[in-house]
């Protein structure tokens, strides 16, 4: 037994931790597997589900990996956290300062290190308000810009459409939603024809959606809109329920064992908006994959170069977004699922705080690290949806007062350039000072444990995921699962509950002493609640001020690479491909991880033509790619 252990790691106690840039943490790094497809990736995973063969393979994978060394046999002294939950004071809670923050991204400003919220600065908004009223409260709080005629929306380049745009054409009668959806319709049966299939949807309803559209015309020419969302497109993810759909979860066999028998909470407050829900968005099969390449329903394909990858598992909803179809389409987030893809595609998505909007009616394949994202063009229009599906369910709502909402007043002139951005120093791909059009203070920083995060939430997610697949599995045909998933799979069930035990002592310990939390802390909250949460007051206090002496922004990368090329191999098989999985994800677990919110926003190019994005989190690690 001592032969075939390996040693754990000793974490050290927080206060010894160096954050500076020439600090001396190392950082591990792990052996990924070649990639696999095809006939290769079927060899191995009947290997893999062989008991003899299968189990020897994932003990020389976790050990290659460094789980053992990392996790397994790792020392922490803290307790477990296992759910990711914010507290609440009578002032703010957690989620609702998410809309201030991306608020303040949407006016090109920020919350100054040290700075009190000033009041004048936020509105604050009934808790009971309907959807449609939060909406509107959301659009008043967004600076008003110059009226657009329909002339000015048709230029000689591509130009995606917003919330606004279908709102001010459809009240003056330019055009209608029955029109929009009439163009919607054609064009995603364009997006499906040879050579290059973009497989944007699984399963869309042409009479539906023009029902939706022709009541919500009617609405119109009464001059009786309910909300700006009236008539306006939006996607779905096909791990939301929206009915009469079925929800698939990007399988052959899920909707089988669970029927869609009514909309998620987020969609029916979405509906009740007169949004156009126009169907459900194809995804990586049960999101256990970064490509988007689902052998059941066909590779989405980057509108920017249908050869390479949208990226996963909210593949669909990113791709249908970025082709201009959508202004907005929603996601499930666990482990970038929304701003990974997104930032591959060139468009913002947003991750909000864990448990602001309600997971109700949503695949529960990861309870304590998903929740629904946003996917928008605009950061306007993540805001504006945002508003109208956050907020606790009814029936969930405590017995005491409920937190005050506040939404921000974006008409402010407080410039950015005074905020000190920091850069995390390893791989950096983005210079800071192209991010905006002022001078800015940039400095380096250290963050610690990263690959110990990236495998302490891959056992957590992968635990949850077989946990709430176990009763399904007893009954299925593994025929009927994707080859990469069957590997997936078989992986993901082989962690023990010592290591989910874990896995939660390190969520703890990292949430209390990762650096990007204390940025979270100090932009988003008071000093009060940050001590709270921090508990260990002067200890976690010492690291929060040693970070923020340097800098109130944390800059990354959104991934480690771009979006790579779809290879032939990998249609009818899915694929795993660990090292460029592995470099997509790098800079997006710890806001799933530490529910903390993230935020990843468009930035350029790189020399294929492919998006290059920054993403901003929570706890302030902002990614950019």
């Known amino acids: 037994m001592g032969l075939l252990r390996d040693a754990g790691v000793v974490y050290k106690p927080v206060e010894q931790i160096d954050l500076g840039p020439c600090s001396n943490e190392s950082y591990f790094r792990v052996d990924k597997a070649p990639r696999m497809a095809g006939f290769l990736l079927k060899i191995f995973a009947w290997f893999l589900e062989s008991r003899i063969i299968g189990a020897l393979l994932l003990h020389i994978v976790k050990k290659n990996n460094q789980v053992h060394k990392l996790v397994t046999n790792a020392t922490l002294v803290e307790p477990p956290m296992f759910i990711p939950l914010h507290p609440i004071t009578d002032n703010y809670k957690n989620d609702h300062y998410i809309s201030q923050w991306l608020g303040y991204m949407i ?54 459409w917003t919330i606004a ?52 015309t009617i609405r119109y020419e009464r001059g009786n809109p309910i909300s700006a969302l009236d008539g306006v497109p939006i996607a779905i993810k096909d791990e939301i329920d929206c009915y009469p759909y079925p929800t698939t979860g990007g399988t052959k066999w899920l909707q089988k064992f669970r029927p869609c028998t009514g909309d998620a909470c987020c969609v029916m407050r979405l509906r009740s908006c007169g949004a156009i829900l126009v169907g459900k968005t194809n995804m990586h099969e049960l999101g256990a994959g970064v490509s988007g390449i689902n052998p059941h329903y066909g590779p989405i394909r980057n509108p920017y170069d249908p050869n390479k990858i949208a990226g996963g598992s909210s593949s669909g909803s990113s791709a249908v977004v970025s082709s201009g179809l959508c202004p907005v389409a929603l996601g499930v987030d666990s482990g970038g699922s929304v701003r990974m893809p997104a930032s591959l595609c060139g468009v913002v998505g947003f991750k909000p705080t864990f448990g602001c909007i309600p997971h109700s009616g949503v695949l529960p394949l990861n309870w304590t690290v998903g929740t629904v994202g946003i996917i928008a063009a605009t950061l306007e229009d993540a805001f504006i949806v945002y508003a109208a599906i956050s907020g606790e369910l009814h029936s969930h709502k405590p017995t005491t007062l409920p937190p005050k909402v506040h939404f921000p007043l974006l008409n402010s002139t407080n410039p950015i350039s005074n905020i000190r951005f920091a850069k995390y120093g390893e791989n950096m791909l983005l210079r800071c000072s192209e991010l905006a059009m002022r001078p800015i203070q940039v400095e380096g920083v250290t963050i610690p444990d990263i690959e110990s995060m990236l495998l302490a939430h891959y056992v957590t997610i992968s635990s949850e995921c077989c946990t709430s697949l176990s009763s399904h599995m007893e009954k299925l045909d593994f025929a009927e699962i994707g080859w990469d998933v069957r590997v997936a799979l078989r992986v993901c069930g082989a962690f023990h509950g010592k290591e989910y035990i874990k896995a939660q002592k390190m969520r703890r310990s990292l949430t209390y002493a990762t650096p990007t939390l204390h940025f979270f802390l100090e932009v988003f909250m008071s000093d009060t609640l940050a001590q709270t949460l921090l508990g260990h007051r002067y200890r976690q206090m010492q690291i929060h001020n040693n970070i923020f002496a340097m800098a109130d922004v944390i800059v990354t990368p959104s991934t480690g690479r771009t979006a790579y090329s779809i290879i032939d191999d990998a249609l009818k098989t899915g694929e795993v491909d660990c090292i460029n999985g592995a470099a997509l994800i790098r800079y997006q677990i710890a806001p799933n991880f530490l529910g903390l919110p993230a935020v990843t926003v468009p930035v350029g190019y790189d020399k294929p033509v492919c998006r290059l994005a920054f993403n901003s989190s929570g706890n302030r690690g902002r990614n950019l790619r």
């Open 165 to 216: 745009d279908y709102s001010r054409t459809y009240s003056t009668g330019d055009i209608t939603p029955l029109r929009v959806a009439e163009h919607f319709i054609d064009a995603v049966r364009v997006s499906c024809s040879p050579p290059l299939p973009m497989s944007f949807f699984i399963n869309y309803d042409a009479e539906d959606i023009l029902r939706q559209a022709r009541e919500s």
């Open 107 to 160: 006016a090109g400003r920020g919350r100054l290190h040290n700075t009190e919220l000033n009041q004048q600065e936020v509105k604050q908004i009934d808790s009971d308000a309907s959807p449609p009223e939060r909406v509107q409260e959301a659009i008043n709080c967004i600076p008003v810009t110059s009226e657009k005629s329909l002339d000015d929306l048709k230029p000689s380049c591509f130009r995606r």
